[in-house]
């Protein structure tokens, strides 16, 4: 099943994060531009940049993304800037990545048909 039409599943704690070989098997489902990152003091994490032709557009995904953390209980670290959206995903619970990480980076690239996302 395609990861977008998953459903993230909370994390409860008390679980090691994904270990990062099984990460990089992951992210080549995911639509392209994602990368691990340190996302937090020694974290890693997925992140994306989007670009947008201007600030409206880019606040119009923000809005979206945010509509979509609700929905899933599963919540990134959005920066906004004018024509650009950073998304940085990672389960804090246990401060690493788990699935929910990478299925909510999927809904995240559906959210936004009509960017140009880079790196």
Not at 37 to 46: H, I, M, R, W
Request: contains cysteine.
């Amino acid at each position: 099943m395609d990861l977008a039409q998953r459903i993230c599943v909370p994390c409860r704690g008390g679980m090691p994060p994904m270990a990062l070989s099984e990460a990089a098997e992951l992210l080549k489902q995911l639509g392209g531009n994602w990368d691990l990152a340190e996302v937090s003091q020694g974290v890693t994490g997925l992140r994306k940049t989007y670009r947008f032709k201007d600030f409206a557009d880019a606040l119009v995904f923000v809005n979206r993304v945010g509509v979509i953390a609700e929905e899933q209980g599963h919540h990134p670290d959005i920066a906004l800037a004018w024509g650009q959206v950073v998304v940085s995903v990672w389960t804090h619970k246990i401060k690493g990545l788990t699935e929910s990480d990478f299925i909510f980076a999927a809904k995240c690239d559906r959210a936004g048909p009509n960017e140009i996302s880079i790196s």
